[in-house]
């Protein structure tokens, strides 16, 4: 069975780092890309970052790209998302998905990072 | 970046009918259109991919057609556990961008 958990999520202030993780197990994790989405409370999904199966190569929105930087360890079968420079809208569910030439095809349960003075 | 405008936003049925929810792209992304269901305490399901290939283990009563800009989920013979919020997804290019979102409720 496919299992995406992450963590690392809380309340920091703006301005401020924090680093999510997301633990995959039940498939072969090197094989595939893998992608973070995020919804900020009461509104829609947006697409935050994606990395290729052997991390060689990442994906970012302008929204984000500078301030935040996916990664992933293989052996560990474990992605992150180092956020830095948070800002309030920033503020969102994070998810970690299985990417399927961008269809996302397994979903973690979220994790809820809160920018907040 | 392809907006991709979902309708209706609200929707309320009764369990055994039909609904459609209609997904519109800002230009034409070929069949690459996915749907997908969230629920609350659940993890978000992929119901379909590429306009109108089921992706396992979806139910047989959910449809998706379409092509080019305009596209459509249709759930036949609504069942308790269909409620719920859909989003629609383009898969064409970069970025990936998703509709707003239909609320499923019940009638």
């Known amino acids: 069975e496919v299992q995406l958990v992450e963590s690392g999520g809380g309340l920091v202030q703006p301005g401020r780092s924090l680093k999510l993780s997301c633990v995959a197990s039940?498939?072969?994790?090197?094989?595939?890309?893998m992608t973070w989405i995020r919804q900020a409370p009461g509104k829609g999904l947006e697409w935050v970052a994606s990395?290729?199966?052997?991390?060689?190569?990442?994906y970012y929105p302008d929204s984000v790209k500078g301030r935040f930087t996916i990664s992933r360890d293989n052996a560990k079968s474990t992605l992150y998302l180092q956020m830095n420079s948070l800002r309030s809208e920033d503020t969102a569910t994070y998810y970690c998905?299985?990417?399927?030439?961008?269809?996302?095809?397994?979903w973690g349960q979220g994790v809820m990072v809160t920018v907040s003075s | 970046d392809v907006q991709m405008t979902q309708s209706p936003s609200n929707l309320a049925a009764s369990p055994g009918e039909s609904v459609s929810i209609n997904c519109k792209a800002s230009?034409?992304?070929?069949?690459?259109l996915a749907w997908y269901q969230q629920k609350p305490g659940k993890a978000n399901k992929l119901l379909i991919y590429?306009?109108?290939t089921l992706q396992s283990g979806t139910p047989s009563r959910f449809s998706g057609s379409g092509s080019g800009t305009d596209f459509t989920l249709t759930i036949r013979n609504l069942e308790p556990e269909d409620f719920g919020l859909y989003y629609c997804?383009?898969?064409?290019?970069?970025?990936?961008?998703f509709g707003a979102g239909t609320k499923l409720e019940l009638k």
């Open positions: 590429s306009g109108s």
């Open positions: 039940g498939f072969t994790f090197n094989n595939y890309w």
């Open positions: 230009k034409s992304i070929s069949k690459y």
């Open positions: 998905t299985r990417d399927q030439i961008t269809t996302f095809d397994y």
């Open positions: 997804q383009q898969h064409n290019e970069y970025p990936p961008t």
């Open positions: 990395i290729t199966n052997t991390g060689g190569s990442t």
